[in-house]
């Protein structure tokens, strides 16, 4: 399964529920890296020397990274959503639908309401 670096501002409620799928996430705080102001360049670099991809909530600043770099272990920006199990979920599928990450970016989005 995946190796994940989850920013600061991911939601670590999504976390447990990957965690039973497998996956191996390491998180900013775990890692030493929550609050000391870095970058979102900064994060990515962290994650590329790390070799994991990149959890995120800042699709915007993400996406505008992996094109103006596209060198990295990937990279998944999710919407935020509440269900977190299912989220975890969205995250999993499209990894496993995806094969390998490396610089990929991968969009999990909540889906619309019916």
């Not at 909530?57 to 060198?71: D, N, P, S, T």
Request: glycine fraction near 8%.
């Amino acid at each position: 399964m995946a190796q994940f670096y989850a920013d600061e501002n991911f939601n670590q409620k999504v976390l447990p529920r990957l965690q039973s799928l497998g996956h191996d996430v390491l998180t900013a705080h775990q890692a030493g890296q929550a609050g000391t102001g870095k970058t979102d360049a900064e994060v990515l670099a962290y994650a590329v020397a790390a070799a994991r991809a990149v959890l995120t909530h800042h699709r915007k600043h993400f996406i505008k990274l992996h094109k103006q770099h596209g060198v990295h272990c990937g990279i998944v920006v999710c919407t935020n959503d509440r269900d977190y199990g299912a989220l975890a979920q969205r995250i999993h599928d499209a990894v496993v639908a995806e094969g390998a990450l490396n610089n990929k970016l991968l969009r999990v989005n909540k889906p619309s309401a019916p």
